[in-house]
């Protein structure tokens, strides 16, 4: 596996800070990517310098209504196409935190009751 670019770390960062008006909000790397954590429950990945909030049947229709893709880690592999229940925010929210967060809040409730 490979070390986590600078890029990659910076990311992770900015996306810490853009978050935490929402509380506890901690951003560990692992498995080459960053998991985003409220309160130890984790609701977003990074990963390639895109972010990705979990989903569930509450929230997964807007994600499909923005265009949104799911998360699919080795895609590329031969035998890949593992879906995870993450999909990746739509870039402009990245540049509205009142929209951001009201996305992210959605997220982390269901990071909570999982």
């Known amino acids: 596996m490979a070390p986590l670019s600078a890029r ?7 996306v810490r800070e853009l978050l935490a008006p929402l509380g506890e909000v901690t951003v ?22 895109t972010l ?5 049947d509450s929230n997964r229709a ?9 998360f699919a880690p080795y895609a590329d592999r ?3 196409g593992m879906t995870m229940p993450y999909f990746e925010v739509p870039a402009e929210l990245l540049e509205d935190a009142a929209a951001l967060h009201e996305w992210a809040r959605a997220s982390i409730a269901i990071a909570h009751a999982a």
């Open 52 to 56: 990705y909030l979990k989903v569930d």
């Open 28 to 49: 560990r790397a692992m498995f080459g990517g960053h998991g985003v954590f409220h309160d130890r429950a984790m609701f977003a990945l990074l990963a390639d310098a």
């Open 62 to 70: 807007r994600f499909e209504a923005a265009g949104c893709q799911q």
């Open 78 to 80: 031969p035998g890949g």
């Open 8 to 14: 990659d770390r910076a990311f992770a960062e900015e």
